[in-house]
């Protein structure tokens, strides 16, 4: 049996490390799914986020998903 290679990766950008075309892309997919999705809306959104993880179609290089992560600070008993 011959095995296959993947067609999808994941990969995690710091919220600094997305490009404006990511930006595009990714609100493309997330426009697909939400009404009243506007970018400035979306870009604004994004830019309170630590980070994202990408999925990405390596057969055609474009994103397909995306998720993305925020750390906040928490105390928890004094700490």
């Known amino acids: 049996m011959i095995a296959k290679s993947p067609r999808l990766s994941c990969k995690f950008f710091a919220i600094n490390q997305v490009s404006v075309p990511m930006l595009i892309e990714m609100h ?3 426009n697909n799914y939400y009404e009243n999705a506007d ?3 979306f870009i604004l959104d994004m830019s309170k986020k630590s980070g994202v993880f990408v999925l990405k179609d390596l057969t055609n290089k474009r994103i397909v998903g995306f998720s993305t992560w925020t750390e906040m600070p928490i105390t928890y008993k004094g700490e």
């Open 28 to 30: 493309t997919i997330f």
């Open 39 to 41: 970018l400035d809306t």
